[in-house]
């Protein structure tokens, strides 16, 4: 038998389950201590699952917005004054170990509050990935300019 065999008809419509629940009573995850399971879900569902956990890009995202808004050349030009006038840093593409992790610090200190009463959603992965694409860009032109 096929997990997919699994999958019947709805209890709740006319039409075909979403999908099922595999659990495992016997072991529970490292981290907070829930417990393990897996969904198996049906073709017909697949897409609509993806836009719920992330697997579809979600065009104007609140993340994409938060970083639109709050993730500006302006802070990032802050930021990177900072590390070279404060810290002594040379102006080079490795300051990017050091420039994305403090606009997000920054971002999240300055703007948590604003953020929280906005937007609804926020995913820090894609926040992260999101603000080094801006910082490179900044940096680059910023080395550009001094050369």
């Known amino acids: ?9 709805s209890k709740y419509y006319d039409g075909k389950m979403e999908g099922v629940v595999l659990k495992n009573y016997n072991r529970k995850a490292k ?17 609509n699952n993806k836009a719920i956990f992330g ?18 050349p302006a802070r990032i030009k802050k930021s990177l004054t900072k590390l070279l006038n404060e810290q002594n840093k040379k102006l080079e593409m490795g300051l990017m170990r050091e420039l994305p992790r403090n606009i997000m610090n ?23 990935e999101l603000i080094v694409k801006k910082c490179v860009v900044v940096l680059k032109e910023e080395i550009e300019n001094v050369n």
């Open 106 to 128: 920054d971002i999240l200190e300055e703007e948590i509050i604003n953020v929280a009463s906005v937007y609804n959603w926020l995913n820090f992965k894609q926040m992260r």
């Open 31 to 47: 981290l907070g201590n829930h417990q393990l399971y897996a969904k198996v879900v049906a073709d017909e569902f697949k897409e």
């Open 55 to 72: 697997g579809v890009r979600q065009k104007d995202s609140d993340t994409e917005k938060i970083i639109e808004e709050f993730c500006t």
């Open 1 to 9: 038998m096929k997990i997919e065999d699994l999958i019947g008809k």
